[in-house]
C-alpha cells in the first residue's frame, strides 16, 4: 500500500481558509467513503478531526468541515487561527481490513 | 472518559525486540478493536495494524508482515504491540488508538518512544 498523496505545506494568514489535499487511488479513497482526518501538535498524539469524510467528532469546530471527490479527498478550514497550526494527516480505508495514512502536511499559519 | 496509557520509553539493540502495552480504560474493551500507528522521527504516520480485542484476531500490514505480533489482555484491558528484529529505521513513536465503527481511530494513547540503537 503507497501513502496518500498529500501536499507537504500549506500557510494561510488568520481568517483565512485553507484546504489540504489528500489523493489515494480507486482502491482506497475513491472505493470508499471511509476517510478521516487527524490534527497533530509537535509530540503529542494525533486527535481526530472528521471521519466518514466529512462528519466532525463532538467538541471538533465547525470551521474544519471534509469532502471527496473521485480519488481525492480534502480538508477545509474556515477562518484560520494560530491554534490550527499544526500537521494533519488523512487516512482511507483500503480494503481488506485495512488503513493507508497520507504523508502529513504541515499547516502555517502566517 | 476513554483513556488509553502506554508504557514507558524503550532503547533496543538491534536485532531485539520490543513490546509495547496499551491500557485501556473508560469503556469495554472487548467492544472495540485497537490499532497500532508508528511515526518515525520527523516522518508521517504508518498504519501498523489491529486486534479485534473481542475475539483476538489481527491483521497487519504487509510492510510488518512476519515481525509484528499484536495481542491482548482481556483480562488487563491492555492490547500489546511486539516488533521483532529491529533496526534503526524502526525508530519511533508508537501508538495505540481505539478504533471506532467506520474505519476511524477515535481515541489514542499518549505514544511509546521506542530508541532502537548499538
Known amino acids: 500500500q503507497s501513502a496518500l498523496t498529500q501536499p507537504a505545506s500549506v500557510s494561510g494568514s488568520p481568517g483565512q481558509s485553507i484546504t489540504i489535499s489528500c489523493t489515494g487511488t480507486s482502491s482506497d479513497v475513491g472505493s470508499y467513503n471511509l476517510v478521516s482526518w487527524y490534527q497533530q501538535y509537535p509530540g503529542k498524539a494525533p486527535k481526530l478531526m472528521i471521519y466518514e469524510g466529512s462528519k466532525r467528532p463532538s467538541g471538533v469546530s465547525n470551521r474544519f468541515s471534509g469532502s471527496k471527490s473521485g480519488n481525492t479527498a480534502s480538508l477545509t478550514i474556515s477562518g484560520l487561527q494560530t491554534e490550527d497550526e499544526a500537521d494533519y494527516y488523512c487516512c482511507s480505508y483500503a480494503g481488506s481490513s485495512t488503513l493507508v495514512f497520507g504523508g502529513g502536511t504541515k499547516l502555517t499559519v502566517l | 472518559q476513554v483513556q488509553l496509557v502506554q508504557s514507558g520509553a524503550e532503547v533496543k539493540k538491534p536485532g531485539a525486540s520490543v513490546r509495547v502495552s496499551c491500557k485501556a480504560s473508560?469503556?469495554?474493551?472487548?467492544?472495540?478493536?485497537m490499532h497500532w500507528v508508528r511515526q518515525a522521527p520527523g516522518q508521517r504516520l504508518e498504519w501498523m495494524g489491529w486486534?479485534?480485542?473481542?475475539?483476538?484476531?489481527?491483521k497487519h500490514s504487509q510492510k510488518f508482515q512476519g515481525r509484528v505480533t499484536i495481542t491482548r489482555d482481556t483480562s488487563a484491558s491492555t492490547a500489546y504491540m511486539e516488533l521483532s528484529s529491529l533496526t534503526s529505521e524502526d525508530t519511533g513513536v508508537y501508538y495505540c488508538a481505539r478504533y471506532s465503527s467506520t474505519w476511524y481511530l477515535d481515541y489514542w494513547g499518549q505514544g511509546t518512544l521506542v530508541t532502537v540503537s548499538s
Open positions: 473508560g469503556y469495554t474493551f472487548t467492544n472495540y478493536p
Open positions: 486486534i479485534n480485542a473481542g475475539i483476538g484476531s489481527t
